[in-house]
T-cell receptor
Framework: SQKIEQNSEALNIQEGKTATLTCNYTNYSPAYLQWYRQDPGRGPVFLLLIRENEKEKRKERLKVTFDTTLKQSLFHITASQPADSATYLCALDTGRRALTFGSGTRLQVQP | EAGVTQFPSHSVIEKGQTVTLRCDPISGHDNLYWYRRVMGKEIKFLLHFVKESKQDESGMPNNRFLAERTGGTYSTLKVQPAELEDSGVYFC??????????????FGPGTRLTVL
């Protein structure tokens, strides 16, 4: 069956460090992979999209990599801040536009 | 510019009752999506409208769920009759552009539905 796994339910790091979140998938051939941020009581907010033929995408302190051979995406937040504390969701799109989400990783950045 | 709005923010109903959720997409967005997250699970796709037409309804769980998008503007999702397992957070999202290519989906805050 198709499956998306995000490396852990929760990740705690110190302010200023780099947070690295992992998204692994099986039995998919995604056209796109996206990362979203979700705060409590809010809807997901789009952060970055990476296409199957792209290896890396950056936006300010965020970096996403996509390895279709390993079936894995890594999401990095450099120079992390307490305001980065949130749940981060990985989502795949096989081209149908319907997003398939992972269960998320809750990031806590300690001051 | 206003974002995606959803009404109500919370709904508590008895099993067997009917509930209607509403979503107002971002103005000008042809694509409208419904997703839901049930307790402890990931967010799951329900269906996708392009304007007033259902493009993909493969995620609708059963025929107790009815989605409409009259005139290609706002959308409603009706659950009739509601069951306990329907409890969860229902998200609406919208996006602009040609349905054949990917573009950003903007999510609303969600409606939290509790069926007692």
């Amino acid at each position: 069956s198709q499956k998306i796994e995000q490396n852990s339910e929760a990740l705690n790091i110190q302010e200023g460090k780099t947070a690295t979140l992992t998204c692994n998938y099986t039995n998919y051939s995604p056209a796109y992979l996206q990362w979203y941020r979700q705060d409590p009581g809010r809807g997901p907010v789009f952060l970055l999209l990476i296409r199957e033929n792209e290896k890396e995408k950056r936006k300010e302190r965020l970096k996403v990599t996509f390895d279709t051979t390993l079936k894995q995406s890594l999401f990095h937040i450099t120079a992390s801040q307490p305001a980065d504390s949130a749940t981060y969701l990985c989502a795949l799109d096989t081209g149908r536009r319907a997003l398939t989400f992972g269960s998320g990783t809750r990031l806590q950045v300690q001051p | 510019e206003a974002g995606v709005t959803q009404f109500p923010s919370h709904s508590v109903i008895e099993k067997g009752q009917t509930v209607t959720l509403r979503c107002d997409p971002i103005s000008g967005h042809d694509n409208l999506y419904w997703y839901r997250r049930v307790m402890g699970k990931e967010i799951k796709f329900l269906l996708h409208f392009v304007k007033e037409s259902k493009q993909d309804e493969s995620g609708m769980p059963n025929n107790r769920f009815l989605a409409e998008r009259t005139g290609g503007t706002y959308s409603t999702l009706k659950v009739q009759p509601a069951e306990l397992e329907d409890s969860g957070v229902y998200f609406c999202a919208s996006s602009q552009g040609d349905y054949r290519r990917q573009d950003t989906q903007y999510f609303g805050p969600g409606t939290r539905l509790t069926v007692l």
